[in-house]
């Protein structure tokens, strides 16, 4: 199943392309396999030997999940900040790869996931992660850098008897260089407009640009990307559909019928092989759901031929939005190019909304600081927002992410500029289809508007499913540098494990991550220890905490008192901006959305002072371990958050702040005010709750 071959020539790659050098970044190599294995062997279940392919290299035959290749021996990772190794995968297959480190003491770290894809790879490891603190048995303890004993690449999923060839083991430190995009091969024919088309990126030239994607129909397992050279019927790329398990997978657009009639559907397809021989057309209305059961039209299976042909029909339309699919039901890989949706005897008027001229807004990210047009800036906001304008009235948010499909559309950043919110461009299905490249493109339509906040490269890169390396989205940062300097780039991470925030924290100005769970109260935990790992970088790049409000069906009602806990236990933990996912559950769940707005109210009143510096020598201490808390520095004194991060009643609490005078803070939003002796004062902790105060002028030296 031979998604995409030739990587390299989608920019995704190191080797063979083009480095520029970066100032004081350097290697140092662990193993070349020049001559032999060097030390390294194959373990669980692989084998392994010395081959003369690539100039010299360790091969690796993999066996069951869990196979894997390692090197013994002490070695010395001090002040090195990656482990790196090039990998020429010859199977039609990718590979996740996991790397393990073992201290002399028998300590150990995990960093997971990184996915090989057929052809040329170069994978990293950070190693920052490697000297931070790593629970283990009850115990907090840190690997010993200059003393790792063991370091083991295990793989994490089923390709048995796919051959991997490693070569060029290293490890780097200081800023990466910049690795040039090269250019990519092509169909031999100019990618076409249509004239009156619906279809947005109907080319597929800016990879899954304003396409939505899901693989697990009908117990199916489906993956998305691109196709380039033959496997583009025109211009350089294509929609690329890769069957992992026969079931249904499509990707899907929505589309809005300006009136009724008739409607002509067109689309180029083709399979890489024979097996990759059926497909089908779905149209449902555009909120989610089964889309069998909403279906408008649903088609019988087409047959697809391993040479490019294009598929026509037509349909009767009624004005509004409506969700179009394009549906793979068989095996090995399909192909789609060149898709049009137009209305037939209707002339669709082009250019008739006049745009307003704005002011480009500036960001500018210092630090862990950010500000918006010389103004300090903490934002507050929401996924799924379809109209900011209304969605947003009696609430406190200052951020809108609407549906990827449209993010950088005049209509969009129109609306948000009238609300008076900023937002941000979603790239994610660019960098899911590993077209990065592109990114210029998205820079010209967006950096010029009022309410453009930043570049939203990708959602979840580090999910195994949709991967997407941190070279591609440096890459991708660089890029967009180069195109506008005045808008940062942002990436979220799952988080779910510590190695994660670790891995992408150089690959955008803003790092956001997202272990939430509203069923799950040890998650503001996690929360705070995402936090922790991701403030040792904190003062080059603000975090941004993204929280579960609710999705789909999938979220039952839980405790009101899990929104604020959440919220300000990320705050405490160091989280520069609050994001939920997402808004059209909240409507659904009204006393939910009445105490959501009620929190985000709590925050514009304090989003001043959240922007503050957090001083080292007076953040709070408490006797329970369960209530957290941060301060941060106001124009008159300062501004304490205390919460307590369980769903336990946890009673009175002590709360201490160093080099305070015995004096009195003010509660806010419903908060006594607190007395201080010897710089400490009392107060009882419901489950969840929290308690915030402003202190004026408290210093000892005032």
């Known amino acids: 199943m031979k998604l995409i071959n030739n990587l390299l020539s989608l920019g995704m790659l190191s080797v063979g392309i083009l480095a520029l050098p970066a100032a004081d970044y350097e290697e140092k190599t662990l193993a070349s396999f020049d001559s032999g294995a060097e030390g390294w062997t194959a373990v669980s279940g692989a084998s392994g030997e010395h081959s003369k392919k690539h100039g010299g290299s360790f091969k690796i035959t993999l066996g069951k999940q ?32 996991t790397l393990k480190g073992t201290d002399v003491k028998d ?171 059926s497909m089908r057309i779905l149209i449902t209305p555009a909120e989610k759901g089964k889309p069998e059961l909403d279906a408008l039209k649903l088609t019988k299976n087409f047959e697809v031929s391993t040479k490019w042909t294009t598929k026509s029909f037509e349909w009767d339309g009624l004005p509004g939005q409506m969700r179009f699919y394009l549906m793979h039901t068989s095996d090995d890989n399909i192909y789609f190019d060149n898709v049009s949706f137009v209305p037939q005897g209707q002339k669709i008027a082009a250019g008739t909304t006049k745009k307003v001229k704005e002011k480009p807004s500036k960001v500018v990210v210092k630090g862990d600081r950010t500000t918006v047009n010389g103004k300090q800036f903490f934002p507050i906001g929401i996924y799924g927002v379809e109209d900011p304008t209304v969605d947003f009235k009696g609430t406190g948010m200052n951020f809108a992410i609407g549906n990827a499909v449209g993010s950088t559309s005049d209509e969009w950043m129109t609306k948000c500029r009238e609300a008076g919110v900023m937002t941000i461009a979603n790239m994610t299905g660019m960098l899911r289809a590993h077209l990065g490249s592109q990114s210029a493109s998205v820079a ?109 069906n999938t979220t039952s009602d839980y405790p009101l008192e899990v929104l604020q806990c959440q919220a300000y236990a990320s705050i405490a933990c160091g989280a520069d901006a609050l994001l939920w996912f997402e808004l059209q559950w909240a409507k659904r769940h009204p006393q939910h959305w009445e105490a959501f707005k009620k929190l985000t109210l709590e925050l514009k009143d304090i989003h001043d002072e959240l922007c503050g510096d957090e001083p080292a020598q007076m953040q709070p201490q408490f006797s329970d371990p369960r209530v957290i808390g941060i301060t941060k520095q106001t124009k008159d004194g300062l501004l304490l958050i205390t919460v307590n991060k369980t769903l336990e009643d946890v009673g009175e609490v002590t709360v201490t ?46």
């Open 444 to 552: 010209e339509a967006v950096k010029d508007r009022a309410a453009f906040f930043g570049y939203y490269l990708c959602d979840e890169p580090d999910h195994s499913r949709w991967y997407v390396s941190p070279g591609e989205l440096r890459q991708s940062t660089e890029i967009l540098k180069r195109a506008d300097s005045n808008h940062p780039s942002i990436v979220l991470v799952m988080g779910w494990d510590r190695s994660m925030v670790f891995q992408y924290s150089d690959c955008a100005s803003i790092l956001a991550c997202d272990p939430y769970s509203v069923e799950d109260m040890d998650k503001p935990v996690r929360i705070a220890r995402c936090m922790e790992d991701a403030s040792k970088d904190k003062r080059h790049q603000p975090i941004w905490s993204v929280l579960q409000l609710g999705w789909d």
């Open 66 to 97: 869990g196979s894997a290749f390692q090197k013994v021996g002490k070695m010395d990772f001090t002040g090195w900040d990656k482990l790196k190794m090039d990998v020429h995968n010859a199977s039609d297959k990718s590979v996740l790869l």
């Open 107 to 277: 300590q150990h770290y995990t960093c997971w996931y990184f996915r090989v894809f057929p052809g040329e790879n170069t994978i990293e490891y950070n190693l920052r992660g490697f000297s931070t603190k790593v629970p283990k048995k009850g115990e907090v303890k840190s690997l010993d850098l200059s003393n790792i004993k063991i370091i083991n690449v295990r793989n994490e999923n089923k390709v048995e008897g796919s051959v991997l060839y490693f070569d060029n083991v290293r490890l780097s430190r200081g800023p990466e260089p910049f690795i040039k995009p090269k250019q990519a091969a092509t169909s031999g024919k100019p990618a076409t407009e249509i004239p009156g088309n619906l279809v947005t990126n109907a080319n597929f030239e800016l990879g899954l640009q304003n396409w939505g994607t899901w693989g697990k129909w009908d117990g199916g397992l489906y993956n998305f990307n691109s196709g380039a050279g033959k496997d583009a019927y025109n211009g350089q790329f294509s929609g690329a559909i890769e069957c992992e398990r026969v079931g249904r997978g499509g990707m899907n657009q929505i589309i809005k019928l300006p009136k009724a009639g008739k409607y002509s559907v067109s689309f180029a397809v083709k399979g890489s092989t024979a097996k990759a021989n």
């Open 657 to 702: 702040i160093p080099g305070l005078k015995k004096k009195s803070a003010t509660g806010l939003f419903g908060s006594k005010n607190a007395s201080f002796s010897n710089n400490a004062f009392k107060v009882t902790f419901n489950k969840g709750g929290r308690h915030i105060y402003r202190i004026k002028l408290l210093l000892q030296n005032d």
